[in-house]
């Protein structure tokens, strides 16, 4: 299986700042035939199901603000919130689906400084 | 829009088996990916497995040999059974959607607690 690896496992971040997630993945999720990378982020809050917020590493799914951003490529991905906001606060997930299973990382908690 | 929603018992004996239905509102089950995602409390994601509206399945292989995802289209609904559960089995189960077969889930359920406890 490849194992999704994130950090920092917690994130305290000032309303207005820049939060920077980190996810590594034991093995490339680029695909050579297609130049796609299978990887996916998701938000999660308190009583609520997981959010998809990026796929393909930096697509953003519609309605979701544009200070989400995704980048990376192969193993090394990072989601980026521009300009924290208050409802930003969270679980998030990085998961990859280059081959079944697909595996999730174990989060990133995010909090106001 | 189209809602997911679970249902079944919430407390499950050791050694019995789960089962957990998930039913599609507002559209059709057809031409989707179906899965089921569980999270342990205080834990992460889990993918269990999906199940094509024709029937195929995939299943995550750390779960396969107790596991079974069915699809009825006539109900528009599809449905996990997990055998031989124990307490590590405890977690909220979610139904998801994956629009293109691609492998990432645009569409949740709320989510259900299952309780594996005698």
């Known amino acids: 299986d490849i194992v999704m690896t994130q950090s920092p496992d917690s994130l305290a971040v000032s309303l207005g700042e820049r939060a920077t997630i980190n996810c590594k993945s034991s093995q490339n999720v680029l695909s050579s035939s297609n130049n796609k990378n299978y990887l996916a982020w998701y938000q999660v809050k308190p009583g609520q199901p997981p959010k998809l917020l990026i796929y393909w590493a930096s697509t953003r799914e519609s309605g979701v603000p544009d200070r989400f951003s995704g980048s990376g490529s192969g193993t090394d991905f990072t989601l980026t919130i521009s300009s924290l906001q208050a409802e930003d606060v969270a679980v998030y997930y990085c998961q990859h689906y280059y081959t079944a299973p697909y595996t999730f990382g174990l989060g990133t908690k995010l909090e106001i400084k | 829009q189209v809602q997911l929603q679970e249902s079944g018992p919430g407390l499950v004996k050791p050694s019995e088996t789960l089962s957990l239905t998930c039913t599609v509102s507002g559209g059709s089950i057809s031409n989707s990916y179906w899965s089921w995602i569980r999270q342990p409390p205080g834990k992460g994601l889990e993918w269990i497995g999906y199940i094509y509206y024709s029937g195929t399945t995939n299943y995550n292989p750390s779960l396969k040999s107790r596991l079974a995802i069915s699809v009825d289209t006539s109900k528009n609904q599809f449905s996990v059974k997990l055998s031989s559960v124990s307490a590590a089995d405890t977690a909220v189960y979610y139904c998801?959607?994956?629009?293109?077969?691609?492998?990432?889930?645009?569409?949740w359920g709320r989510g259900t607690l299952v309780t594996v406890s005698s």
């Open positions: 998801a959607r994956d629009d293109y077969g691609a492998g990432y889930f645009g569409l």
